[in-house]
T-cell receptor, first 112, second 116 residues
C-alpha cells in the first residue's frame, strides 16, 4: 500500500484557518486521497476525499497538488470541536478491497 | 440511521476469560471491518467481511482471536483466552461496497477492553 507522511501534531487558534499537510510521493494513478478524523473517545469519521481536483464539502476543503504527491486538508475556521487526530489515507480503487489502512495521523490542537 | 452500533462500550475482564464484542452494521452495507486501536500501534485492521464472508483476516493477531458474521446485521469478535496485551479499543466499521472508493467507512464508537 502506498504510504502517507503527516506531521505528528499541529496547533491552531480558534476561528483561524488550518492547513493540514500530507505527503504521498508513491501514490499511484488509481489511489484516491481520503481524510478521516477521530475526535476524543470516538471512532474515526469521514471528512473528505478526492482524486485529482480540489474538493469542497461542508466540513473542509481538500487541495491536491498537480503531481498528486501531496495534498492539504483545509479547515476554513477552526473551532474547539475540530481538535482531533486527522488521518490522510490512500485508497486504491483498483484493488476495490474497501479497507482503509491508517497511519499515525496529525493531532490538531485548537486554542481558544 | 442509527449508525454502526457496538456493544458493550466498556468491558473489563480477567486474564484467561472469554470476551465477545458485538457489532451491528448500518443496514444495506455489505462490508464490515474490525479494527483495534492502541497507543503503541495506532489503528490496525484485524479482519473484514464482504457479504458476510471473511475476505482478509491477516491482521488477526493469533488463534485466540476469531470473528464471525452469521448474517448481514450482526458480527462478533471473540478473544479466548484473553490476555492483558489484548487491552485496546476495538472498532467496528461498515460501508457500501458498490461505490468504492467513494463510499466512506462508518465507524462505531468502539468497545474499550481492559484485561487484568
Amino acid at each position: 500500500d502506498a504510504k502517507t507522511t503527516q506531521p505528528n501534531s499541529m496547533e491552531s487558534n480558534e476561528e483561524e484557518p488550518v492547513h493540514l499537510p500530507c505527503n504521498h510521493s508513491t501514490i499511484s494513478g488509481t489511489d484516491y486521497i481520503h481524510w478521516y478524523r477521530q475526535l476524543p473517545s470516538q471512532g474515526p469519521e469521514y471528512v473528505i476525499h478526492g482524486l485529482t481536483s480540489n474538493v469542497n464539502n461542508r466540513m473542509a476543503s481538500l487541495a491536491i497538488a498537480e503531481d498528486r504527491k501531496s495534498s492539504t486538508l483545509i479547515l476554513h475556521r477552526a473551532t474547539l470541536r475540530d481538535a482531533a487526530v486527522y488521518y490522510c489515507i490512500l485508497r486504491d480503487v483498483a484493488g476495490s478491497q474497501g479497507n482503509l489502512i491508517f497511519g499515525k495521523g496529525t493531532k490538531l490542537s485548537v486554542k481558544p | 440511521d442509527a449508525g454502526v452500533i457496538q456493544s458493550p462500550r466498556h468491558e473489563v475482564t480477567e486474564m484467561g476469560q472469554e470476551v465477545t464484542l458485538r457489532c451491528k452494521p448500518i443496514s444495506g452495507h455489505d462490508y464490515l471491518f474490525w479494527y483495534r486501536q492502541t497507543m503503541m500501534r495506532g489503528l490496525e485492521l484485524l479482519i473484514y467481511f464482504n457479504n458476510n464472508v471473511p475476505i482478509d483476516d491477516s491482521g488477526m493477531p493469533e488463534d485466540r482471536f476469531s470473528a464471525k458474521m452469521p448474517n448481514a446485521s450482526f458480527s462478533t469478535l471473540k478473544i479466548q483466552p484473553s490476555e492483558p496485551r489484548d487491552s485496546a479499543v476495538y472498532f467496528c466499521a461498515s460501508t457500501r461496497g458498490r461505490k468504492i472508493p467513494h463510499s466512506p467507512l462508518h465507524f462505531g464508537n468502539g468497545t474499550r477492553l481492559t484485561v487484568t
